[in-house]
């Protein structure tokens, strides 16, 4: 800000000049004292300079309506959205979301320093303020093939950046318990630090605070929760696309302790973005479920920011940004109108900012290299056993439970059977041709029929492919492969469906309608394959790769047992 601005600013708020904008007559939503106050807000330069009585150049009379804060989502990895930074903005302004939290972990894994630098350029020139946290764990651990490394000298020279808040998500904690050298460089960049505590004890999180991490989202009961929270964490209550931990979180959220309490989506999909919405529906399942609406609004709003160090946002008042939501109605939190830095970007549900010119994509394409396979390389030999370790699938969540039973057996080998739920299911690194194949069995995935695959595998991203028969998974690899990253559905020997996700096999580079289409056709492939309806088989396919969460998972190494934190064989008795 110049002095010129502020001299401006000053004169406005004085009410010797007129406002840019008025908003007049609404009920403000007073996130400081927890009540409802009235009086006109005026805002200059995208900045709120006065509540009282004030004259603008543009007024909106909002008679009937609340003003409150805009919303923060706590953490997000944009890329599970499936489309650009810009497209993002554009899809969640409307929920009311002007501000999110990002960690880029996800193309970090593929592309490394290039990815985070397109993430920052595209954001650049999005409406929505987009603030970023440097990926702490790229790869996530030691134990699979991710497509880059990134050091504390990698990440160095993102620190102080506008955009860049500090350090992301740190996943590895036996690194951080054994003081490992690499991983307390990282936590020296920055004073503001995410956690990732899934499954934790209270003396993890007694060395993660010491650590100086200051925020969990992986928290599944209230348990966990007050263990975080009496330890000074701040916990995000997280309800995104397969986590839907918000409604078990709410029972453990007090008056006395929603003041540490954020939300977050985490991960999303673009049509749950789209359908059911982003922070918006935390916050009103959280009034549906009995928390006082203005509490529920500061938990998305004033508490966010004040973690994260946002001193000008998350609040309606003088010297805080223009950033806000007119409501039709408080309890169902019913958005008419969003405004980012006092300019209108949505109403009634739709974006109204002009759309920007797309970002150079060319240093993060082409990333889908798979080296050439049979279905001999998909074998499980199981000899004479017929006993094995089984990825047991708990619909909505991330945790997996670590199963060991009897599995069909023909020929000494494993083979998917859609009856008792078995299948098999394949992680093949795909950043360099290694050929590195992991081979595992999945249970309670319920496809009846065909094969599924995406480069969308949390976090490393390889190729990971179920299917009830070696021939269709062969083939909807292979379509990957062709379309240089994306999701595909495969029945009988044909392509029944796939989305083409080109950005480091993560992101579209279409418009978000476009991808939103091709996700329905996709959605309809699955219930001609037999997949659930009652949860996402894509989404929580893309969660069975990622070794940092309990129980069982499988990587491009093998089969991986959190608890112990090593690979083990598939077949019990041996290894």
């Known amino acids: 800000m110049t002095k010129a601005q502020l001299k401006n600013r000053i004169a406005v708020a004085n009410k010797e000049k007129k406002a840019d904008l008025v908003i007049r007559h609404a009920s403000i939503v007073n996130v400081f004292t927890k009540t409802l106050t ?46 650009t930074p810009q497209q993002f903005s554009q899809i969640v302004l409307p929920h009311g979301v002007t501000t999110v939290i990002t960690d880029p972990h996800e193309i970090a894994n593929v592309s490394g320093v290039a990815g985070l630098e397109f993430m920052l350029k595209d954001a650049e020139s999005a409406l929505l303020d987009i603030k970023m946290m440097l990926p702490s764990c790229v790869p996530a651990t030691p134990f699979e093939n991710a497509g880059a490394q990134l050091s504390a000298e990698d990440l160095r020279p993102f620190v102080g950046r506008d955009q860049v808040l500090g350090l992301a998500e740190v996943m590895d904690f036996p690194a951080v318990l054994n003081g490992d050298e690499a991983m307390l460089d990282k936590l020296l960049l920055s004073s503001q630090i995410d956690g990732h505590a899934a499954g934790l004890t209270a003396n993890d999180i007694n060395v993660y605070g010491t650590a100086g991490i200051l925020t969990d989202h992986e928290c599944v009961t209230k348990e966990e929760m007050a263990m975080r929270l009496e330890r000074g964490l701040y916990v995000m209550l997280r309800e995104g696309s397969v986590a839907k931990d918000l409604n078990a979180l709410l029972e453990g959220v007090t008056e006395q302790n929603a003041h540490r309490c954020l939300f977050c989506t985490d991960d999303k999909h673009l049509d749950d973005l789209i359908d059911e919405g ?13 928390i006082n609406p203005i509490t529920a609004i500061s938990m998305a709003t004033l508490n966010a920011a004040q973690c994260f160090g946002l001193s000008r946002k998350g609040a309606i008042a003088p010297g805080y940004d223009a ?51 049979s279905t001999s390389d998909l074998e499980i030999p199981m000899g004479t056993h017929t006993k094995a370790h089984v990825i047991g699938i708990n619909p909505n969540k991330l945790i997996t439970e670590h199963i060991i039973e009897d599995v069909p057996v023909v020929d000494g080998n494993f083979v998917s059977d859609a009856a008792s739920g078995h299948l098999k299911i394949a992680v093949i690194e795909r950043h360099r041709a290694t050929g590195n194949i992991g081979l595992g069995i999945v249970k309670g995935l319920g496809l009846q029929n065909g094969a599924i695959a995406t480069t969308v595998a949390h976090d490393s991203h390889n190729v990971i492919v179920v299917g009830t028969n070696d021939e269709d998974m062969l083939l909807a690899i292979d379509a990957l492969h062709e379309l240089q990253g994306g999701l595909a559905v495969v029945q009988n020997g044909q392509i029944l469906a796939s989305l083409p996700l080109p950005i480091a096999g993560l992101m579209s580079d279409e418009p978000f309608p476009a991808v939103y289409d091709q996700l329905k056709a996709i959605d309809k492939s699955l219930l001609q394959i037999g997949a659930p309806t009652h949860f996402n088989a894509f989404l929580t396919l893309s969660f069975l790769s990622l070794p940092v969460i309990p129980h069982l998972k499988l990587t491009d190494r093998g089969l991986f047992d959190v608890a112990s934190f090593r690979h083990i064989e598939v077949v019990v008795g041996e290894g």
Not at 63 to 75: E, K, V, W
Not at 76 to 83: A, F, G, L, P
Not at 278 to 290: E, F, K, L, Q, W
């Open 38 to 83: 009235t009086g006109d807000v005026a805002v200059c330069d995208g900045v709120i300079v006065g509540i009282g009585n004030y004259e603008g150049i543009q007024e909106v009379d909002a008679r009937g309506q609340f003003l409150a804060p805009g919303l923060i989502d706590a953490h997000v990895h944009i890329e599970s959205s499936m489309v």
């Open 278 to 290: 982003s922070v918006d529906y935390n916050v009103r399942t959280a009034i549906r479920y009995g």
């Open 323 to 373: 950033d806000f939501v007119l409501l039709d109605q408080l309890e169902d939190f019913a958005i008419a109108e969003v405004y980012k830095g006092g300019q209108l970007a949505a109403k009634d549900g739709r974006y109204t900012d002009p759309v920007q010119e797309a970002s150079d994509t060319s240093a993060v394409r082409d990333t889908v290299r798979v080296a050439d396979l």
